[in-house]
Structure formats: C-alpha cells, structure tokens
C-alpha cells in the first residue's frame, strides 16, 4: 500500500485510528471457533489474546452473566460487593496472596501494583524508595506509567516526558540486575514469560536468583501474568512453575474471560500501606465483572482442568515440532509454555498472521517476529488438529510465495 500522506490510510469510520485492523468482522462464536455475518468459521487460536479462557459463548459464562445482568448491575465501591470478597477469597486461597484489588485491565492492575510497591516502603520509612526495574522487552500496558515501564520507544515517542521512576534492565542478566539497583529501587517488575515481546521465558534459575536479590536488598517482586495467568501455562499462574513466589502480582486478561476484569493480588506485608483513600476505582470489581470472574475460576480450579491443559499443550508441541522439522523456511524455533505458545517466523510475522487468516485461522503477532497461538484453555485434540492442518496449509502457500498476504498499514 502506497500511502501519499496520512488521509489516504484513514478508515471509512468515525474511530480513532490507533488500530491496524484486519478487514473481518464477527457476529458470533461458539467454543474455539468465530463466525462472520456470511456464516464463514474462523479457528480462534488467538482468543482475543488470550482473554476468552473458556471459548467464546460459554453456556456457563452466559448463565452467570445474565443471572447476574438481571440482579444488579453496579453499586460502586462505597459498599461491600459479595462477588469480590468470594473471588478474592479463591484466589487468595490458590496463591501465595493475602489480598486483591479488583481493576478493569490489565494496564490499571499493573498501576494498583505499582503504586502499592511504592507505598510499602512509604510506610515502611523509605519513602525515597519508588524507581521500579524493568526488562527490556516488557510489555506493561498503555497508561503513561506503564508505557514508562515498558520502556519501548515507539509507544513513548510523542507523549511529554516519560514517568519518572522506571529503570529497565537487559533481559536475564541477574549480575545487570544486581548492578541496577540503588537505595532508590522499590521493586522489580517483570513478565515471567514475555507475551507482546516474543514469548519470551526467563529460565527458572533467573527468577530464582531474582527472588533471592528481592530478599537480600528488600525490593518487591513483581511479577505481570496479565498474560501468562489463569491456567494459559497449564498451572493457575506461571510463576507456580518456578519455585518461588512474587510479592505482588497482576492478572487480567483470562481473568473475565472475555468481561473486563484485572486483579492485583499481594502478601499482606507488601499491601499493608494500601489504606482507605489511598487507591480506588468505580468500575472495579464490579457486580457483572465478578459474576463472570468467579465462574472463569471455578471451572480453571476444578479438577482435571488444568491437567486437561497440559495434556493438550503437549499434543500441540509434538504436532508442531513436526510441522516446524517440515517448513524449516517458515518457522525456525517454538518457545512458551501450556497454551501460550510462540512460533518465531523466518518469514515476516504479519505475512504469516495474513496466510493463516487466508485458511480461516485467527493467532496474533508479537516483537522479535514471533507468531502467537493463545488458544481457548478448553480447547481439545480435534481443535488441535484443525489448527495444525491450516497452520500447514497456510505455511504451504507462503513457500509457494502464492499467499495473498498484506502488511497491515
Ligand atoms: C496485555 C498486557 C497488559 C495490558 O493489559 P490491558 O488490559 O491491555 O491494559 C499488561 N501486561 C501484560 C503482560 C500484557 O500481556
């Protein structure tokens, strides 16, 4: 596309134009699957990244939030809120938290957790403590605080200085880490597997040494599973898989399942300072947004969920580990861990999202040219073989250069 200037790329609709868009839209969905007004199916190994946890249109979801919708809608955070205190409770009692603060997204939950790292060491007498580290690579979310925390340029360019207080740090260098921290530093703030920046994973040994260092210098760990939480690496949250357990900790996306929902969960010592008047929020924790929340949780923690999970991602990687040994010209490396999976592509990422949607497959992009599949967690081995079948054929007309591929604008 040959852009004279920037009115020739702008949409036909009265939107802001932040998003390049792929030219589909859906009515409905049903399970892994999305469908067009025309009735054409869609495999959605994206899951609105990673957000519908148990498929689109689930019976269960669908009770909960119109039993809810017929009850009570919203009555602020001026009263108490039965669902909140029940999902807390749950995850709470699933987790190394003593205590949660609903938000709305994933960029509000990281904010809770920033703040409260800082005003832990307020309390605690160490007011100048309040820089937060960060990894090069992070994706934090799209508030002026967060995108400071992310660090990436180009989401900065434009938008006044950047937020005081967020230091990154090289990925997986602990001796870099080390050397980053300052009588300053309040916390680290870290992806345990980058999602936006490639899928990522930071060895287990890593964090580990990370935890250590939080201990011996009295930094926070905080760790973002905005994306990697909710059963997508086949345990409820990512970190259960390393030994050790953070401070605070952020989720979000598979959280509502689709409804808006985050949560900022923290030890009791670390969220001591977060006293009435000192954060708030009038959509948070909501009425409906519970509703759905504890029915996302009830069924990721009930048995054989998560096993379920994990068997089905191991089907995934054995079929694809043969899909990558037969087009070594499409897809060099797979990474990740249960459902979030990373193909890094030999080929441009965006020509590869374009040729699977050519094949009626939704997954989306991410940095360092990786493709993601960030299915439904329910999904079984018949959803597995779909994909793999149009990851072929998708991958078959990209060697054959005859994919009607288009980079998005
Ligand atoms: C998506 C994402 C966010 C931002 O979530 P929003 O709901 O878009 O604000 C933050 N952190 C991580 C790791 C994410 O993947």
């Known amino acids: 596309m040959n852009a004279p200037d920037s009115n020739a790329t702008k949409t036909s609709t009265s939107l802001y134009n932040t998003f390049a ?7 409905r969905g049903e399970g892994a699957w999305v469908f067009t007004r025309g009735g054409d199916a869609y495999l959605d190994f994206s899951a609105g990244i990673a957000v519908n946890t148990l498929g689109h249109a689930n019976p269960v979801l669908v009770q909960a939030l119109t039993e809810q919708a017929g009850k009570l ?91 005081e207080g967020f230091d990154q740090v090289p990925f997986g260098d602990i001796e870099l880490v080390k050397a980053a921290v300052t009588p300053e530093t309040a916390a680290i703030m870290i992806e345990p597997i980058q999602g936006e920046g490639g899928v990522r994973a930071f060895p287990n040994a890593f964090l580990r040494e990370l935890r250590a260092l939080c ?56 969220a001591a300072g977060m006293t009435p008047g000192t954060h708030g929020t009038t959509f948070g924790g909501n009425p409906l947004a519970m509703a759905v929340g504890n029915a996302v949780l009830d069924a990721v923690l009930a048995d054989g969920f998560l096993e379920h999970v994990r068997e089905t991602a191991r089907y995934l990687s054995q079929r694809l580990g043969a899909l990558r040994d037969s087009h070594p010209d499409v897809i060099d490396d797979i990474r990740g861990e249960g459902l979030l999976v990373g193909l890094h592509a030999v080929k441009p990422v965006a020509d590869v999202v374009a040729a699977l949607r050519d094949q009626h497959m939704l997954a989306a992009g991410a940095g360092d040219n990786v493709l993601r599949l960030l299915p439904p967690l329910n999904i079984g081995k018949a959803e597995v073989d779909a994909a793999i079948d149009k990851l072929e054929a998708a991958f078959t007309a990209l060697e054959a250069g005859a994919a009607t591929a288009q980079q998005p604008a």
């Open 215 to 270: 201990d011996a210098t009295g930094m926070l760990l905080i760790m973002d599973e905005v994306q990697t939480g909710i059963g997508r690496t086949g345990k409820l949250f990512a970190y259960e898989w390393t030994g050790i357990a953070p401070d605070i900790l952020t989720a979000a996306k598979g959280l509502g399942g689709g409804f808006p929902l985050g949560a900022c969960l923290a030890t009791e010592a670390a």
């Open 73 to 163: 809608w919203h009555t602020s955070n001026l009263f108490r809120i039965p669902g909140q205190e029940r999902l807390a409770d749950t995850l709470v009692a699933n987790t190394f938290a003593d205590r949660v603060f609903f938000a709305n997204s994933g960029a509000e939950a990281n904010e809770a957790a920033i703040k409260t790292a800082r005003r832990y060491h307020y309390v605690n007498g160490q007011p100048e403590r309040f820089r937060i580290l960060t990894v090069e690579g992070a994706f934090h979310g799209r508030t002026l605080a967060t995108l400071a925390a992310g660090g990436q340029q180009k989401y900065l360019d434009g938008f006044g200085p950047k937020a």
């Open 21 to 27: 868009r792929a030219p589909l839209e859906f009515e």
